[in-house]
C-alpha cells in the first residue's frame, strides 16, 4: 500500500520555536506539496517540489521554508513559530502531470 | 482564470438521498478534475476523477457529470449514507501544470 507519512500528528509549540515537519513517501513520486488547511479557507498551497533540492513558492509561502535534500522526503520549515501558524498541515506527492496527489494525514500543530 | 469555485459550502442530506456538490472554474486549459474525500482526522483521499474528454464518470454510487461548454463539474453521491459525511474537495489541474487547484471544500453530512 502505498503512503505519504508525516511524522507527526499533533505538535505544541512555542511562539518562535524553529519547527521542523517531516514528510516522507515510497511511491518514487518527483512531486511533492505542503498545504495548510483551515476551515473555510480550504487547502492552501504553501511550497512544492518538483525535484531533488528544487522547490518553488505556492500562494502562502511567508513565514515557512522548505528542505528537499532525497526524493522520499520533504520537510516543511517554521522559521520563527506564530500562533496565526497554527492549522493542519498537509503533505502530499504525485507524478508529474499524471494523475493525483496522494495525501499523508496530516499533522495538527498548535502555537502558543 | 485559476479558481475552482465550489458549493455549497455545506450540505444535509438524508439517508438514501442524492447529494450533489458543484464546482465551476474558468481557465479553459484545465484537462484534469479530481474529487477527494476526507474524513475528521484523515488527509483527503482521491475519490473519482475525470478528464474533459467525457462527460460522466461513475464509480459505485459516486458520479462526476462535466460540462465543458458550461466549464462546470459536479460530483453526485446516490443513496447517499452516514457513512459519506466528510469533507469534499473538488480540484483541476492544467496539462503543463504540476499543482491542482482546490475548491474551498463542501462539509456533508448524512442523517440517519
Known amino acids: 500500500d502505498v503512503k505519504v507519512t508525516q511524522s507527526s500528528r499533533y505538535l505544541v509549540k512555542r511562539t518562535g520555536e524553529k519547527v521542523f515537519l517531516e514528510c516522507v513517501q515510497d511511491m518514487d513520486h518527483e512531486n511533492m506539496f505542503w498545504y495548510r488547511q483551515d476551515p473555510g479557507l480550504g487547502l492552501r498551497l504553501i511550497y512544492f517540489?518538483?525535484?531533488?533540492?528544487?522547490?518553488e513558492k505556492g500562494d502562502i509561502p511567508e513565514g515557512y521554508s522548505v528542505s528537499r535534500e532525497k526524493k522520499e522526503r520533504f520537510s516543511l520549515i517554521l522559521e520563527s513559530a506564530s500562533t496565526n501558524q497554527t492549522s493542519m498541515y498537509l503533505c502530499?506527492?504525485?507524478?508529474?502531470?499524471?494523475?493525483?496527489?496522494?495525501f499523508g494525514s496530516g499533522t495538527r500543530l498548535t502555537v502558543v | 482564470q485559476q479558481q475552482v469555485k465550489q458549493s455549497p459550502q455545506s450540505l444535509i442530506v438524508q439517508k438514501g438521498g442524492i447529494s450533489i456538490i458543484n464546482c465551476a472554474y474558468e481557465?479553459?486549459?484545465?484537462?484534469?478534475f479530481p474529487w477527494y474525500q476526507q474524513f475528521p482526522g484523515k488527509g483527503p483521499a482521491l475519490l473519482i476523477a475525470i478528464r474533459p474528454d467525457v462527460s460522466e464518470k461513475k464509480e459505485g454510487r459516486f458520479t462526476i457529470s462535466f460540462n465543458k461548454s458550461a466549464k462546470q463539474f459536479s460530483l453526485h453521491i446516490m443513496d447517499s449514507q452516514p457513512g459519506d459525511s466528510a469533507t469534499y474537495f473538488c480540484a483541476a489541474r492544467g496539462d503543463s501544470s504540476y499543482k491542482l487547484i482546490f475548491g474551498s471544500g463542501t462539509r456533508l453530512l448524512v442523517r440517519p
Open positions: 502530499a506527492s504525485s507524478f508529474p502531470r499524471v494523475g493525483g496527489y496522494t
Open positions: 517540489s518538483y525535484d531533488v533540492k528544487m522547490k
Open positions: 481557465n479553459t486549459a484545465f484537462d484534469y
